[in-house]
């Protein structure tokens, strides 16, 4: 079975116990919190040690704008996607943020951001909400897809979130199980319609912990059906699939941290992510051991393609851009 683990650290140094964790063949990736980060140095320094331990390590973070930031002092402070939406010239802008953005997480020495968010906002998700650029799905196709563009040319890959769209379920799968009763017909219509338009564009995808129950009983990170069925069999895609965090509440429907992590790998997931909460990861490393599991090669695209270090700020584009999203009052 091919799969992976992404798991996370307490504090802003490796402990011991982190050591002895991330030398485990089965853990592919890192993901790095508020808790870890002091300011850009500091996290140079901690990607650099893991690097040393690791270099084969997928490193990220969630540095979307707006609310879900991780990476704050001493880092831009980058608006909430419907806030570019909502200004004038906004592709362009979208494309000097994507670029802004990369830029500084592959200057601390990180390979990706968890961006973008493909959800519409349909007014009814408070989780999604201004993380969304529109609730119109071709327009917001078309400046996630000027985010992406800036992405890939500081040298990130993207991953599209959360497929197959989490704006309709009210409810956090943070702390609940949300559900979206609408049928397919009504998901291709609407809220699939960023995936299909960007999956060219995307190196990966991460699944709702969402049920759509016309569709199938489970959520979508554990199903057969929305992973290999309908992304890699209808729509073709071939790149990474990252499982959301298989702490969330979202995820309890399917059982213990070893359930979870064997139904996300069974249904199709390259990675899954089991972050705040040790003693879940020990538990979901054991299961990967048991199942024996290997590593999909595919997860070696979403390296980061850049030096770590503040050269980027040298960069011409880098002062253009900024001064581009200030002229936008999108940044102070």
């Known amino acids: 079975m091919q799969g992976a683990l992404m798991v996370d650290v307490a504090g802003t140094w490796l402990s011991a116990e982190d050591r002895h964790l991330l030398r485990q063949p089965e853990v592919r990736g890192l993901i790095i919190f508020a808790r870890n980060i002091e300011h850009p140095r500091q996290v140079r320094e901690l990607t650099a040690s893991i690097r040393a331990l690791r270099p084969d390590l997928i490193l990220a973070v969630d540095q979307e704008g707006g609310r879900v930031q991780r990476l704050r002092q001493g880092f831009v402070r980058l608006p909430a996607m419907r806030r570019i939406a909502e200004a004038a010239n906004a592709e362009y802008l979208a494309e000097q943020c994507g670029w802004v953005m990369a830029s500084e997480v592959l200057g601390v020495g990180l390979d990706l951001s968890f961006a973008p968010v493909l959800d519409l906002d349909h007014g009814r998700s408070a989780v999604i909400g201004q993380r ?13 897809g000027a985010f992406i ?4 040319q500081a040298g990130m890959a993207a991953c599209g979130k959360h497929f197959p769209g989490h704006g309709w379920a009210e409810a956090d799968s943070h702390v609940a199980i949300p559900v979206d009763e609408r049928d397919l017909a009504a998901l291709r219509q609407q ?17 709702a912990h969402v049920i759509y129950p016309q569709v199938d009983e489970r959520p979508a990170g554990f199903s057969p059906r929305w ?12 790149g990474v699939i990252f499982s959301d965090d298989l702490s ?21 997931c390259d990675m899954g992510l089991v972050c705040n909460d040790r ?22 695209r979403m390296a980061g393609r850049a030096t770590p270090g503040r050269e980027y700020r040298q960069h011409p ?12 009052q999108l940044i102070d």
């Open 132 to 144: 969304a650029f529109e609730t119109d799905p071709a327009r917001a196709a078309l400046l996630a």
């Open 149 to 152: 563009r800036g992405m890939n």
């Open 191 to 207: 809220d699939l319609i960023p995936f299909t338009r960007l999956l060219g564009q995307l190196a990966a995808v991460m699944p």
């Open 227 to 238: 992973l290999q069925g309908i992304l890699r069999g209808e729509l073709g895609f071939d």
């Open 248 to 268: 969330m509440a979202g995820a309890h429907v399917v059982g213990d941290a070893a359930a979870r992590v064997e139904a996300a790998f069974s249904a199709g």
């Open 279 to 300: 003693a879940a990861a020990e538990l979901a490393l054991s299961a990967a051991q048991r199942l024996k599991v290997t590593p999909a090669p595919r997860i070696a």
């Open 317 to 328: 584009r880098w002062l253009h851009a900024l001064g581009a999203l200030r002229d936008a």
